[in-house]
């Protein structure tokens, strides 16, 4: 059997292409959903990989989880952190409550799950560690002060947690996607649409499967020496 691999948010758009593409990749793959039983079924059923319900921004749930984890498939070697969601406002308009859970599960879920995974994989002298940021991470975005700060978030404490692993073995790096064509884009306005496609210098959204990939590569073995980077995937769209 592979290394073990979870992915947060593992079972739909962007996640459900990196769980694919590890599972491809000959990893061992436990997919994590928040909410939706139904399509946590269905990708299950289609792919043969196994699902868990828990919620990332809660911390004992994601203790246990890992624990029940590596008690039924062994212990954890790779743990993608992409479990995100939205709740886009402006500052005028934004309450604490969409403030504090786009913070809560988009950045507090990274450190509940490297919490969980970390220990074990310093004590083993191997692991991989992926967390999805942003572009807006990188460079902002109007009405999403809290998802930018999430996600610039993420960027530090992937340096921070991989000056920690680097003598360990273990490796952190962070993928900072552009607009993807997966579902959260689709409430957006198609004329909004049209002026965020005319910014990318491809000229197009990305694909959930080109995320993956590059999943693949902070994953694998020869992967060792990649730490503390950020591998930014946008089409071009921000070059800094």
């Known amino acids: 059997m592979g290394r073990i691999a979870i992915v947060t948010g593992g079972t739909r758009g962007i996640g459900e292409a990196i769980s694919l593409a590890l599972k491809d990749a000959g990893a061992h793959v436990i997919a994590s959903y928040g909410g939706n039983d139904e399509a946590a079924k269905a990708f299950s059923d289609r792919t043969g990989i196994a699902v868990q319900k828990w919620?990332?921004?809660?911390?004992?749930?994601?203790?246990d989880a890992v624990a029940r984890i590596?008690?039924?498939h062994g212990p954890v070697d790779i743990l993608v952190n992409n479990a995100g969601i939205t709740r886009d406002a402006t500052m005028m308009k934004m309450t604490w409550e969409q403030w504090d859970e786009v913070i809560r599960v988009d950045l507090s879920g990274c450190f509940n799950m490297a919490k969980a995974c970390f220990p074990g994989m310093r004590t083993r002298g191997w692991g991989r560690i992926v967390n999805i940021g942003s572009v807006n991470g990188q460079g902002g975005q109007i009405g999403q002060v809290n998802y930018a700060a999430?996600?610039?978030g993420?960027?530090?404490?992937?340096?921070?947690?991989?000056?920690?692993?680097?003598?360990?073995g273990v490796t952190a790096n962070a993928i900072a996607p552009g607009y993807i064509a997966t579902e959260m884009l689709s409430t957006i306005p198609q004329n909004v649409m049209d002026k965020i496609v005319a910014q990318i210098p491809v000229g197009r959204l990305g694909q959930a499967e080109e995320i993956a990939r590059g999943v693949v590569f902070l994953t694998a073995e020869e992967a060792a020496f990649i730490t503390g980077s950020t591998l930014?995937?946008?089409g071009g769209q921000h070059m800094y």
């Not at 919620?55 to 203790?63: E, L, R």
């Not at 340096?159 to 003598?167: D, H, N, P, R, T």
């Open 70 to 72: 590596e008690a039924d």
């Open 150 to 152: 999430a996600k610039s």
């Open 55 to 63: 919620d990332v921004g809660d911390h004992q749930q994601s203790m």
């Open 232 to 234: 930014s995937i946008n």
């Open 154 to 168: 993420i960027h530090g404490f992937t340096k921070s947690l991989a000056m920690e692993g680097a003598k360990y």
